[in-house]
Structure formats: C-alpha cells, structure tokens
C-alpha cells in the first residue's frame, strides 16, 4: 500500500509513529546483518550450526600457523583453540604473523571455516604484527591421529622411511605409518627434496589436517602439513651418528657406491667455495673440489671450513655427495686454505669444481633480474661466466667488448647439478661468487671490429653525400649553362630583328614614299580618262599597299619583343587604342571576356594583325559608325571577332580585291591558316542587317607551346 492511500485511509499519529519504528528497526537489522561480528576462535567454533550462523561475517585474530594458498590451506591458532582459513590466493602473510581475518562463516567439509563472500573468494587477512609460536602440543608418535584434535599446532616424532615429491611439496613416508601423509611446502623442483632425513628421526613442527579424499560419500583423510623444512627439527644424537664416519677424499666420492653399495655414507670436509641456496654448494679441499647437494635451511658462508655428511655419487665423472647435511668444521681441523689459481688444461679432471682464475677477451655480456652473464674469450675457449644476483653479490659493473678481464669462480668443464642449464656438455662455465671477483686488465683497443664499421659506414654516406651534391650541382651548372645560351640567344635574335627594321624603315618604306609620290606626279601630267591614266592610278595603289606591307612587316620584327607573360586580352587593347586614327568618324568599343588567357607569342603576333587589319578596313571601306571588338573563350575554343555595322561586302569582293592590288583579306586568311585557326568573313552577321564580322577561332594551346 502506498503513502498516498495510506494517507487517504485515515491513520492516526499514533499509528504512523509504529510504523515509523517498524521501518526503522528493519532498517538497522539489515545494516546489522552486513556489519561483522567480532568474535574469538573459541566463540567461533561454539556457534551452533544453523542458516543463521553460517555465511554471517565475522572478525577474528590469531596466529597464522600455516598458509598455503595454492592448496586452498591456511591455519590461524589463538591461545585456546585453532580452525582452518579458506584461502584461494596469495596475500602477503606467511606462517609465524599475527593476523587479522576478515570474511564470512562456513561449515565447510572438514570442519567450520572462514572464508570470503563466496567459495572462489578468500576472506581479508591483514598482518597486525611477527608473532611467536605457540608451545606445541606433543605427539610421540603417529598412533592414533585420528582422534587428535585437528587443525592445532603440533609436534611429532617420526622416524623417515623415505622422501618423494608430489606436486610443490615433499611428502614423508613414516616408518610404521605410511598411510598417513607429512607433507612439506615450498619444494618446487626436486633437487630441492630433503632427502637427508631418510633414516633419521625427527622432530617436525606443523598442523594436524582433515583433506576430504570424496564427497559422495564423504571420505576426510588425516595428514601433517609442515610449514617448511626450518620446522624439521633433527636431534644432536641423530647428527652425531651421521658424522661419526672416517673422512673420504673428495676425489674418491665417485668412486665408492660402486665399492661399498648402494646404501653408503661418506664424510668430506672442506672450504666453502660457492652457493647456490637451497640446492648446495661447491666445496674444495687441495686441488680438488666437489658438488655437495643440501637442502638444509641454514646456508654456510664463503670461505667457511665445513664437514659434510651425505651419499657419495658420480655425476658426469666428477664424484658429488647427495642428500648430505652438513656442520662447521671444528676448530683443531686443519686445512689447507683456497686460493684460485688458473686452470692448467681445461678439460682435466682436477679442474672440475675447483675454484680457478680465468683471464681472457669479452666477448659477449648480458644481464636479467636474476644473473649476469659474461662471455670470455680464453685462447680459442669461450667461457660463460655467471653470477647469480643475490643478497650480497652485488652485479658485474657495464663493460665494453674487447676488455681484457679476470674472473674468479667454479670452474666446470661438463655438466653439473649446479647449472639449470639441461646441456653443458662440451662447453666450459664459471660460477662467479660476487662481482668482486671481477677484475679489469686492460680496456679494449680503440680500432676495434664496431668503430671501424662505424667509420667505414661514416665514409660510404660521406663519400655518396659528395657524390649526389656533385650529380646535383652539374645539373644545376647545366641548366644555367643553357638559360644563358638561350638568352644570349634570343638577343642577338631580337638585336637583329631591331637592325633589319631600322634598315627597312630607312631605306624600303622611303622608297616606296618616293615611288608613290612620283606616280602622282605623272598621273597630273596624264590626261584623265584615257588608259595611262588608269594604269598609273592602278600603280599607285599597288605602291601603297606595298608600303602598308613594309610597315607592317617593321612592326612584326619590333613586336617579337613583346613579353610572353602578358594576358592577351591587355596586349589587344593596347595595340588597338595606341594605332587608332584620332581623325576616324566611327567609335570603337573593345570588349574582353577572357583576360587571364595567355598565348604563345607566334598566335599574338597573328591574331593582333588580324585585328589591326580587319579595324582599318572597316574605317577605310565600310563607312561604319562603331566597331565592336569581342575577345571570348568558349570552352576549349579561343574567339576573336570585329564587327562593324557598315555597308557590307558584296559576292566576290576578296577575288576582285586581290585582282585590284588589294591582299589584306588574303593575308588575314593566310595568318589564321598558320595558328591552325577558323577565319570567317560573314557579310552581314547573323544578328545584324547590315556591316560585316571578320571572327577567326583557334584551339585553346597548350602551355608549353
């Protein structure tokens, strides 16, 4: 029911403050529901089992007395009781921290738990601060495990019948009790098996498990887990059997399984020369060193005199102690102290495992987060040089290639356990112990492989640079070579052009001046009417138009000069307008719909004659009162036409005007012809009744032309 028709119900004040309180205490049993509650272990495991109780969030604290995550494992213990973590991925804590966890209960199938807010999730565990152990519930033996309580923090003895791998842990077989599973975490490879303990009892420190083995039907089967191999705990009498061996030579270990059987213990003692944590160390004694296999927590240093107790094996021919443990020497021990010294032949048997100095070229270095790698030249040898990068051996320092260095280290000449290399055979190494050990003889030449390729390279693309900047300048020098020659060219061209009109206007046109003027002179004294007349008159005219001819070839010669930038549109009117009689009875009107048009200088020189001579025609002959010039593009056609509105020709006027001495139509026709242009004489146009249109059409040029 809604507000509104609650309202509309008529409920009293009274009423509406118990609603009011109802709304109010469901409101906080749900924010209730979703805070946790802090309870102790004790309190947790108390709980009854109900819906209620399970998936409600709690807060605990305690001791993390166990933690693997990739086994969903993960134990916490208070001073009273302990229950198990769901764990389902890493969080940094580690067994031994006093923790907080943060999550929701579960019943789980081995026993109530804590995990996160579903079942692939884990539950918040925050480190508050390094804790301590708790005292360990004593077991003496393995008897009736079943019904000890589980998920506590105990202390078995049990003696070890043998040792494999299952996954990421080491299990233990028990003497008398091999159906109950000791499991220890973190062994990743099995080189990292603690088979020292076989045969030994200890006393180990871990957690009593239930790991369900089926759910349908529920079978739980109780194991030990143990934390680490630093909660194996082995007793001084069980060292002391160990170590109660005469001393073997280090160059014997390979030799005496096959002497004294499978089952034999050796002791060697010697000098520390390097390590490799958790897997063993290289020791030397003499001018003989040996690979010791020891998974024991404590790492010795370099340098330090130790004993070691294992089962003596070959390896590639070089004799190892496996599953060994091992103590520091005791001091009335003597021993002789290690020096490295330079390998003699490489491939001797007395240089494998024996601390050498090698000196040689650099070939090669390269590093990554865990090792530096240093390849060196020895003779006709490579040497890998490697340094394991750890707390304390610092890394090698950058080198240039071609340094002449000296390293100090394990020498190997075949393979060994030491190496995760799966093949060293025919290749020789050095296990370098910190980069102290590394000394610099002498730097690398200066001309060495890399400067003189780079110098050589430099040359090349100097010696191609010059050879294009020489290609490009000869070009260049060319080009201008030829501008000047074309320019030089055109005026001498243009000077010659100049003399020969001069020399036409001076002596030519004078001429034809006095020719004309002698013919009217002779035509006075001629009676009129008669055929001398007519035939003097006829000269006469013949005369001027020849004149008319000179001038106008003085003015191509003096136009060949005119700028070939120049729109031709500009170049018309200019010339019209500047050889327009001042006496002339008509008007003229230029008009230029294409102005931006540019034309080879040959198509100017023709059409501007055209022009001029079409214009002087119509002020000669047709009595016109306008003349109309129009310069127009139509498309890819160029059009010039003159148009008067005069008397017209009549049929068969340019056949009689060539009979009667007169040629400018056929020099117009003659012009057009060499532009490869349209002359068109129309008499009258189309949209007149009368005058004449002179139109020549050319085709658009190209600009290279």
Same mark, same amino acid.
């Given at each position: 029911?809604?507000?509104? @028709? ?8 009274? *009423? ?19 805070? !946790? ?10 709980? !009854? ?27 916490? *213990? ?25 999550? +929701? ?21 925050? @480190?508050?601060?390094?804790?301590? +152990? ?30 494999? =791998? ?105 000098? =520390? ?158 296990? %370098? ?19 003189? %390729? ?21 070009? @260049? ?34 001429? +034809? ?13 001629? !009676? ?25 070839? =003085? ?19 200019? /010339? ?23 034309? !080879? ?61 007169? +040629? ?13 242009? /349209? ?12 005058? /004449?249109?002179?139109?020549?059409? =050319? ?7």
């Amino acid at each position: 029911m809604s507000l509104t @028709k609650m309202n509309q119900s008529g409920l009293r004040p009274f *009423q509406w403050l118990v609603i009011g309180l109802l709304m109010a205490l469901g409101l906080n049993c749900v924010l209730m529901a979703d805070e !946790p509650r802090v309870l102790t272990i004790e309190q947790i495991i108390a709980l !009854p089992d109900t819906p209620s109780v399970n998936g409600m969030p709690v807060i605990t604290r305690g001791l993390l007395t166990y933690h693997e995550p990739g086994h969903r494992m993960a134990f916490i *213990q208070d001073a009273d009781r302990a229950m198990y973590v769901h764990v389902a991925g890493n969080q940094d804590v580690s067994p031994g921290d006093y923790v907080e966890v943060r999550g +929701f209960l579960d019943p789980g199938l081995n026993g109530r738990n804590i995990r996160g807010r579903n079942f692939d999730t884990s539950p918040l565990i925050r @480190k508050i601060s390094k804790g301590t +152990f708790p005292e360990p519930l004593r077991i003496d033996s393995l008897a009736g495990i079943e019904n000890r309580e589980g998920a506590r923090w105990t202390r078995s003895t049990l003696r070890i019948k043998a040792v494999t =791998i299952e996954g990421d842990r080491a299990r233990l077989i028990i003497d008398d009790y091999p159906h109950v599973p000791v499991f220890v975490a973190g062994i990743p490879r099995p080189s990292m098996l603690p088979n020292h303990l076989t045969g030994l009892v200890v006393e180990a420190d871990g957690v009593i498990a239930d790991s369900p083995v089926s759910e349908k039907p529920l079978v739980l089967q109780r194991q030990v887990l143990l934390p680490g191999l630093e909660f194996i705990h082995i007793p001084p009498i069980e060292i002391e059997k160990l170590f109660n061996l005469p001393e073997s030579n280090l160059s014997d270990l390979r030799w005496l399984q096959e002497r004294e059987g499978p089952d034999i213990r050796a002791r060697i003692l010697g000098t =520390i020369t390097w390590v490799k944590p958790g897997e063993g160390f290289f020791i030397q004694r003499g001018n003989m060193g040996a690979w010791v296999q020891s998974t024991s927590p404590e790492v010795p240093e370099l340098g330090q005199l130790v004993e070691c107790s294992g089962r003596p094996s070959s390896y590639n021919g070089s004799g190892i102690l496996n599953a060994a443990l091992w103590r520091e020497a005791a001091s009335e021990v003597e021993i002789d102290s290690v020096e490295a010294s330079t390998p003699g032949e490489p491939k001797a048997d007395t240089s494998q495992g024996r601390l050498t100095r090698v000196d040689g070229i650099l070939v090669e270095m390269f590093r990554s987060p865990s090792e530096d790698l240093a390849i060196l030249q020895m003779g006709s040898d490579l040497v890998f040089s490697h340094l394991s990068i750890s707390a304390g051996s610092g890394r090698l320092p950058p080198l240039e290639k071609g340094s002449r260095i000296a390293l100090s280290g394990v020498f190997l000449n075949r393979p060994s356990p030491a190496l995760s290399a799966a093949e060293t055979q025919g290749s020789y190494h050095l296990l %370098v112990r910190t980069a102290g050990d590394l000394q610099v003889l002498s730097a690398p030449p200066f001309w060495n492989t890399r400067r003189l %390729v780079i110098l050589l390279a430099a040359l090349v693309t100097t010696a191609l640079l010059a050879g294009i900047w020489v290609l490009a300048l000869r070009r @260049k020098v060319r080009k201008q070579e030829i501008l000047i020659r074309n320019t030089i060219a055109k005026q001498v061209v243009e000077e010659e052009r100049v003399r020969i009109a001069r020399e036409w206007h001076d002596s030519f046109e004078q001429h +034809f001046a006095g020719l004309t003027m002698l013919l009217d002179a002779t035509a006075a004294v001629v !009676p009129s009417g008669s055929q001398a007349s007519g035939m003097l008159e006829r000269a006469a005219r013949m005369a001027d138009h020849s004149r008319a001819e000179a001038r106008h070839a =003085i003015w191509d010669l003096r136009a060949s000069a005119i700028k070939s930038h120049v729109p031709f549109a500009t170049e018309l009117e200019e /010339t019209l307008l500047h050889s327009w009689p001042e006496d002339a009875t008509c008007r003229l009107q230029i008009e230029c719909r294409e102005r931006s048009e540019i034309l !080879p200088r040959s198509h100017t020189l023709h059409l501007l004659r055209i022009a001029q001579e079409a214009v002087t025609n119509a002020i000669k002959h047709s009595r016109c009162s306008n003349i109309r010039v129009v310069w127009d593009s139509k498309g890819s056609q160029l059009e010039l036409a003159i148009t008067d509105d005069g008397m017209g020709l009549s049929a068969g006027t340019h056949d009689l005007a060539s009979q009667q001495g007169h +040629f400018g139509l056929l020099g117009m026709r003659e012009r057009a012809l060499r532009i490869h242009g /349209t002359l068109e004489i129309l008499s009258p146009p189309h949209d007149n009744i009368s005058g /004449t249109c002179v139109r020549i059409s =050319i085709t658009q040029p190209s600009r290279e032309s």
